[in-house]
């Protein structure tokens, strides 16, 4: 949903920006570099303290990028397969620090054995979801499932719901500051349901694939 209506709505707002950025020369790789160097930055900056609010706000501004590289790519007519690798790695490099920063704060000064636990297998999780849609591909499988909580869900999840509990802190607003953990286990559950989702469709493509070798292989030798 988030990647069918809200991607190509901020494109088109972003448009104009990314036109913006060819002009002045800038190469969408840079923009692409730029931007996890500021969600990295942003997430250990701020989150390991508890700044999250802040933290929420440097690391938003910088995420529009992976939206920005692209739409610069195709004015360019420069969609190629190494930005295409070169953004999906770096993704999850932005993934590992955004939950990793709060790993440290609940490891830390948050004081949190189980919610820095669930910290770490959002991130592990995520990164484990993403492999298995590139490892299914990898091996011919089209690994048709539209998951659960994917990228897109699991950043807008974590964002919001961590910015908002940033206003406890930040501003003292009392209560609020129970959305980060909601967040948290929200996401962990849903990236273990998205996972279970790819693992059986990839188990059931491969099947198929592998009956369909079978009764190939079968008519080939009959026809023999």
Not at 56 to 69: E, K, N, W, Y
Not at 109 to 124: E, K, N, P, T, Y
């Amino acid at each position: 949903m988030l990647n069918k209506y809200a991607r190509a709505f901020f494109t088109r707002v972003l448009t104009p920006f990314a036109a913006f950025l060819i002009r002045r020369g800038v190469s969408p790789d840079a923009v692409t570099l730029t931007g996890t160097a500021g969600v990295i930055a942003g997430a250990l900056a701020f989150y390991p303290r508890g700044e999250f609010f802040w933290g929420t706000v440097v690391i938003t501004l910088f995420v529009f990028s992976d939206l920005v590289d692209g739409n610069m790519a195709r004015q360019m007519g420069r969609s190629s397969r190494w930005g295409a690798f070169l953004d999906s790695t770096l993704d999850r490099l932005a993934d590992g620090a955004i939950f990793g920063g709060l790993a440290l704060w609940y490891a830390g000064r948050g004081d949190d054995q189980v919610l820095c636990a669930v910290s770490i297998f959002c991130l592990a999780s995520g990164q484990v979801v993403s492999y298995t849609k590139a490892r299914g591909e990898a091996i011919g499988l089209p690994v048709n499932v539209n998951g659960l909580v994917e990228r897109s869900e699991r950043l807008v999840i974590t964002l919001v719901l961590c910015g908002l509990a940033g206003f406890h802190r930040s501003f003292g607003v009392p209560g609020i500051q129970w959305l980060l953990p909601i967040a948290l286990w929200v996401v962990a559950v849903g990236s273990l349901i998205t996972l279970v989702q790819r693992v059986v469709t990839v188990r059931r493509e491969s099947a198929e694939a592998d009956a369909a070798l079978a009764r190939e292989s079968a008519e080939h030798g009959s026809g023999v």
